[in-house]
């Protein structure tokens, strides 16, 4: 599920970029233009046998100097040793027309990636080690375009993140609770994960819960491929969360334009259908909770290199099909997307209550089971 959904990244982009009066009358031939490589794919060889082997193939693992995703912001710490194993999948960081998808050693991509990592795969250091892999992204515009090219650079990107998690699988051994998790095109590749490597198989039964942020997920159309429930409880084990954030009033046209007309992976078709919503501040579905159940927003200085948390400055309620409404904007950054959409914001508007919900969920997975009468 791709194309337009993230054309609202490049509105902002453009207005930098552009102008703002050649983007009022432009805009998407800009965006094209701008974002849009004009070469065809041009493809590569997958990842070598036991790439992921080598920490250079991380931007995040336990024992790499620096790591991102143990940071935190001051009165919060990371445990000396924390039960679970987190396969966290970046968003897309790479905005170049040069090509199709990144280059692994390209250091803007790279840079934005260890930021990303920064405020959002930090809410489950408290959880579980967290392991997030370089991968060479489908750049930007290719969100932009039908061309086939698109769906390509996908496809290629998807092979190194499955990839990545097979050595994951070997690095973390048989038996430790996995926490999945990603956001937008991290998102979407965690959803593809979720059906070709868990579904049906055992390995589903080791995952804790898997946080697939800020990319929409048919109930009818998406859900029942992905092998695991929606979460229905703050304290359910082995389920899925999933929300999108907006300000009121807020304008989802354009994402459900392009969702309306396009089907999931067996074909269901998604015009019409309910998204799955999780209250992060409930942690249960379709729920309408007070700015006071916010333990703690995570507002980043300007430089997204640190921050600090505000307790009780944001609500949260699912609304209409599914998404997630923050009632009047707030400020919390620079990044707000046409439509009052806070899609950069998904996990940082609630990063204290995330980190409580993957801890509880975690307590709850290793619960033992009730003794037999």
Known sequence: MARKFLYAIVVILLLVIAGAFALRFFGPQLSRWAFVPSASFEGAPPPAPNAYADAKMWLARPDIRGNPATWTPS???VPASAPAAVFFIHPTSYLNRAHWNAPLDNEEANGRAALFLRGQASVFNDAGQVWAPRYRQATLGAFLTSRE??????????????????????????????????HSQGGAHLLRLLRERVAGKPLARRIVAA??????????????????PECARPDQAGCILSWQSYAEPSDTSMLLDYIDATSGPTGVARRGTAFVCTNPLTGTPNADAPAKANIGTLVASSDFKTGTITVGAVPAKCVGRGFLSIGGPVDIGPYVLPGNNYHVFDYSLFWANVR?????????????????P
């Not at 109930?219 to 092998?227: C, E, H, N, R, V």
């Not at 409580?356 to 619960?367: N, P």
């Open 75 to 77: 009165g919060y710490g």
């Open 211 to 228: 946080y697939a942020i800020g990319w929409p997920i048919s109930k009818t159309a998406d859900l029942p491929s992905l092998g695991l």
């Open 356 to 372: 409580a919900d993957a801890v509880r969920r975690l307590k709850a997975f290793s619960a033992p089971a009730p003794a037999k």
């Open 149 to 182: 090219d698109a769906t390509k650079a996908l496809d290629f990107a998807y092979r190194d993140v499955a990839a990545a998690f097979d050595e994951f699988l070997k690095e973390i051994g048989p038996d430790r609770p996995i926490i999945l998790a990603g």
